[in-house]
């Protein structure tokens, strides 16, 4: 049975940092892409940032280039989002999910893209 569990999220305040992991089971998530995506209350979900397979390819959101990164170790099946200079509006539930029917080089970029999803981690930013 595949499994995504997210942790690392919290209270943080404006400008500070927290990592978010996503460990996988169930699976050799080493062969696909996976995404980290967050919704705020009233808000359709977004993709925050993917990866490819091995690393080699990455997709940042604009309006968290150069804060975040995503990134991953297929030794331990986890995938992390290094999330710095946050923002209130980074404010929003964080979803990892993982495509399991491809794999090749391209990122996913929508929610229907994606296979399986973790059952999410609060991210709560104030000013």
């Known amino acids: 049975q595949v499994q995504l569990v997210e942790s690392g999220g919290g209270l943080v305040q404006a400008g500070g940092s927290l990592r978010l992991s996503c460990a996988a089971s169930g699976r050799t998530f080493s062969l696909y892409p996976m995404g980290w995506f967050r919704q705020a209350p009233g808000k359709e979900r977004e993709l925050v940032a993917a990866?490819?397979?091995?690393?080699?390819?990455?997709y940042d959101e604009d309006s968290v280039k150069g804060r975040f990164t995503i990134s991953r170790d297929n030794a331990k099946n986890t995938v992390y989002l290094q999330m710095n200079s946050l923002k209130p509006e980074d404010t929003a539930v964080y979803y990892c999910?993982?495509?399991?029917?491809?794999?090749?080089?391209?990122?996913?970029?929508?929610?229907?893209?994606?296979?399986?999803w973790g059952q999410g981690t609060q991210v709560t930013v104030s000013s």
């Open positions: 999910a993982v495509r399991t029917n491809y794999r090749g080089t391209r990122v996913p970029m929508t929610p229907g893209e994606y296979s399986y």
């Open positions: 990866i490819n397979w091995n690393g080699g390819r990455t």
